[in-house]
């Protein structure tokens, strides 16, 4: 099985709209992270977000948030007031805990376009 | 605000050759990283690096990589005899925890011919 799904290869999103990009994972261990890259098509990886499997609530970085459901092994990351310069590559990660081998684990991403 | 940084940006080697990627992760951060990403593919977890030693690695870690933290600050991955499906691009990162986000690098392109 996979360990994270994204399911949408390709989102549009007309400017200074909301728009969620999902995330499924699966894993066994208690522990883990769940992160949030972004990778413009100059190619480097920007960190957005994190959220770790004990977290309480539901992360937020500025327009960024995560939708933290644990019983669902969901973590979808929500973009609120879309910019054009928010068009890129979105992965989502995994990092599981001691108990599973502390690997890492990308999704096969999400390419959000924002429409002017 | 301090990063990572890789060098060099775009390496082109001969099938065969061998390579080594330098890394200078954020001097504070403990762990390193190598990801490595096929061109249109996700980007996959190749190896992790702690307190001098590989902490966890993944099946694409076979004999041929290995990584090495020569001094300090330098955190390299040697490709041994490399071969064409080893053309990726690939990138460092750091944290400072196990349990904190990690900040990548820019990035460099191998291109094996």
């Known amino acids: 099985a996979q360990k994270i799904t994204q399911t949408q290869p390709g989102m549009f999103v007309q400017e200074k709209e909301a728009v969620t990009l999902d995330c499924t994972y699966d894993?066994?261990?208690?522990?883990?992270?769940l992160f949030w890259y972004k990778q413009p098509s100059s190619g480097e990886m920007i960190f957005l977000i994190y959220q770790g499997s004990y977290d309480q609530q539901n992360a937020t970085e500025g327009r960024y948030s995560l939708n933290f459901q644990k019983a669902r092994k969901s973590a979808n990351l929500v973009i609120s007031a879309s910019q054009l310069g928010d068009s890129a590559m979105y992965f989502c990660a995994m990092r599981e805990g001691p108990n599973t081998g502390n690997q890492f684990y990308f999704g096969t991403g999400t390419s959000l376009t924002v429409i002017p | 605000e301090p990063e990572v940084t890789q060098t060099p940006s775009h390496q082109v080697t001969q099938m065969g050759q061998e390579v080594i990627l330098r890394c200078v992760p954020i001097s504070n951060h403990l762990y390193f990283y190598w990801y490595r990403q096929i061109l249109g593919q996700k980007v996959e977890f190749l190896v992790s690096f702690y307190n001098n030693e590989i902490s966890e690695k993944s099946e694409i870690f076979d004999d041929q990589f290995s990584v090495e933290r020569p001094d300090g600050s330098n955190f390299t991955l040697k490709i041994r005899s490399t071969k064409l499906e080893d053309s990726a691009m690939y990138f460092c990162?750091?944290?400072?925890?196990?349990?904190?986000?990690?900040?990548f690098g820019d990035g460099t392109r191998l291109s094996i011919l």
């Open positions: 990162a750091s944290s400072e925890l196990v349990n904190q986000p990690q900040h």
């Open positions: 894993t066994s261990d208690p522990s883990y992270g």
